[in-house]
């Protein structure tokens, strides 16, 4: 069974950091991209940013970029999301996501290639 599984959210204020981990599981790691994506309260889910199989490239959305990075650990079947300098525009809850299909470049703009969801964690940024 194809398992996402997301933690490391949590309350911060503004300028503070967070680390969250998307720890998976049933399928073969280093063949699948991993995506990570949030929806705040009302809005609609969004792209944050993905990494690519193996030791693929990464994309970040621009409203991330110097903020944010992505990185996978293959010894932990895991990709990490590090958010740094947080801004109250980034409370959401976040979900990772794997492609559909292995050894694909990603991109968060085709949100529709990306299946199997996580739960989500939840970040709250306080100003």
């Known amino acids: 069974e194809v398992q996402l599984v997301e933690s490391g959210g949590g309350l911060v204020q503004t300028g503070e950091s967070l680390r969250l981990s998307c720890v998976v599981s049933?399928?073969?790691?280093?063949?699948?991209?991993i995506g990570w994506f949030r929806q705040a309260p009302g809005m609609e889910r969004e792209g944050v940013g993905c990494?690519?199989?193996?030791?693929?490239?990464?994309e970040v959305v621009d409203s991330a970029k110097g903020r944010f990075t992505i990185s996978r650990d293959s010894a932990r079947n895991t990709v990490f999301l590090q958010m740094n300098n947080l801004e109250p525009e980034d409370t959401a809850v976040y979900y990772c996501?794997?492609?559909?299909?292995?050894?694909?470049?990603?991109?968060?703009?085709?949100?529709?290639?990306?299946?199997?969801w996580g739960q989500g964690t939840p970040v709250t940024v306080s100003s």
């Open positions: 996501a794997r492609t559909k299909y292995p050894m694909i470049l990603c991109s968060v703009a085709y949100p529709t290639m990306f299946e199997d």
């Open positions: 990494v690519s199989s193996s030791n693929g490239p990464t």
């Open positions: 049933g399928f073969t790691f280093d063949d699948y991209a």
